[in-house]
């Protein structure tokens, strides 16, 4: 059978280029998500709770239940129960929005805050230790490379969606 592939392969790719294509991306997504799965791991609360703090941390004055919804990905419905949680166990409160009475804003309460900084903490101790052998330049230039590489991949994928359930071959008629 033979493969279509990208003119950078020429006419047949390498036998190891044909095998892991198909996991390639795969396998960089598993990895990246079990780091970032293992930074929450000192964390006092679960991962999306977490995440929903240090959301409303960077936006004090905006942080809205659809924004955060939308932020992390995740139904409004999820995001509604996550909040009911942290603001029973005193991590955040809701209070009126200052503009328009059928929304809410959320607000971080000391303990909110005091969780969020005792993450932030950990996980920049770790980012310490984890580059305490590269110069400061080397740490920018290396997540400056990653940053651009996703902002590639996720500006293509805008510009050429995949409609779920079809291949990613596109005709001419497509």
């Known amino acids: 059978m033979e493969i279509e592939t990208p003119e950078i392969w020429g006419r047949n790719p390498p036998e190891e280029w044909v095998r892991t294509a ?7 997504v598993k990895r990246a998500a079990l780091l970032f799965m293992d930074l929450f791991a000192p964390s006092p609360i679960p991962r999306l709770e977490m995440e929903t703090l240090v ?13 955060l919804a939308e932020s992390l990905r ?12 942290l603001e029973q166990a005193g991590y955040l409160e809701r209070a009126p929005h200052p503009t328009d009475r059928r929304r809410k804003s ?15 903490g950990a996980i920049l101790r770790r980012e310490a230790a984890l580059f305490a052998t590269r110069s400061e330049r080397e740490v920018s230039a290396t997540l400056g490379k990653l940053e651009d590489l996703l902002d590639l991949a996720e500006r293509w994928n805008r510009e050429h969606p995949i409609e779920k359930g079809k ?3 596109r005709t001419a008629n497509s």
């Open 22 to 28: 198909a996991n390639r991306w795969a396998q960089l």
């Open 55 to 67: 959301l409303v941390w960077e936006f004090p004055d905006s942080a809205e239940p659809a924004q």
């Open 74 to 85: 995740v139904s409004r419905q999820t995001m509604t129960g996550v909040l009911d949680k």
């Open 106 to 120: 959320i607000r971080l309460r000391p303990r909110g805050v005091a969780a969020v900084r005792g993450f932030v």
């Open 167 to 169: 291949s990613e071959k």
